[in-house]
């Protein structure tokens, strides 16, 4: 039916800047939500950036001023621009999105891109 795909993800020196793409694709009524998540080896996975339907962002206080997300909705794409990367940033991130379908309301999961920071 409907799923996230991300794309983006890399080896970056520290310092440096990364784009991360999440596309929903499918028959999708509306996506209010949208956001990214990262998840460390041993470590929960957490709230990075999250943007409603209208445009209200929220940050994590560790990437404030560094990490900038928006969302295109005619392509019902969530981006989020990553710059001065720091080795604490490596993770897997995961888009997540709350979308309205033909099968009701739910929260989709992608599979997560690897960002990898190094020193």
């Known amino acids: 039916q409907v799923q996230l795909v991300e794309s983006g993800g890399d080896l970056v020196q520290a310092g440096g800047s990364l784009r991360l793409s999440c596309a929903a694709s499918?028959?999708?009524?509306?996506?209010?939500?949208m956001g990214w998540y990262r998840q460390a080896p041993g470590k929960q996975r957490e709230l990075v950036a999250s943007?409603?339907?209208?445009?209200?962002?929220n940050y994590a206080d560790s990437v404030k001023g560094r990490f900038t997300i928006s969302r295109d909705n005619t392509k019902n794409t969530v981006y989020l621009q990553m710059n001065s990367l720091k080795p604490e940033d490596t993770a897997v991130y995961y888009c997540n999105a709350a979308v309205q379908a033909f099968s009701g309301n739910m929260q989709l999961w992608g599979r997560g891109t690897q960002v990898t920071v190094s020193s």
């Open positions: 943007i409603t339907s209208g445009g209200t962002t």
């Open positions: 499918g028959i999708i009524f509306s996506i209010n939500a």
